[in-house]
């Protein structure tokens, strides 16, 4: 194999999606339409008007969503990640920093790692902080806190 073969194959990205655009990068797939996908390497837009401003392995799956970092997903409708596996899987939640988890719908990581944010519009921030799937409308900050309880917060 030459050099120029190689870079031939690295740089393969595919769009055969209506109004989606790769700008730069290599091996960038999109197969929804009116997506996006700027630079990066590896990186997948599955979902109709889904976003990838750049970095490595992340995946838009979620219709009106964002990835960006390295190895961050959405799945969720309007759902935000960005860090370093960062996933937002709810209907409109957002997850910031590393290894975090937004799960329940309308919930919003604000940073940290290794958070998990399981309920319904909770807040979660800090480093491996939980709030369970029962803990709705509940807040937790600190450090190796959980809430289970609804409409909670935990400090420290």
Known sequence: ITQAQIEREVV??????RYSAIVAGGNNKISSCYSFIG????????????????????????????????ESCTTGAQGFA??????ATGDASAAFGAVQEAIGA????????????????????GFNNETTSTAKASSVLGESNCVNAPWSFAVG
């Open 12 to 17: 393969k990205n595919t769009s055969p999606a």
């Open 39 to 70: 630079g990066g390497t590896l990186n997948t837009g599955s979902g109709d008007y889904s976003f990838i401003g750049g970095g490595q392995s992340n995946i838009a799956e979620g219709v009106h969503s964002y990835a960006g970092g390295q």
């Open 82 to 87: 960005h860090g370093y596996q960062a996933c």
């Open 106 to 125: 309308n919930s919003f990581i604000a940073g940290g790692a290794s958070n998990s944010a399981c309920a319904q519009y909770s807040f979660v921030g």
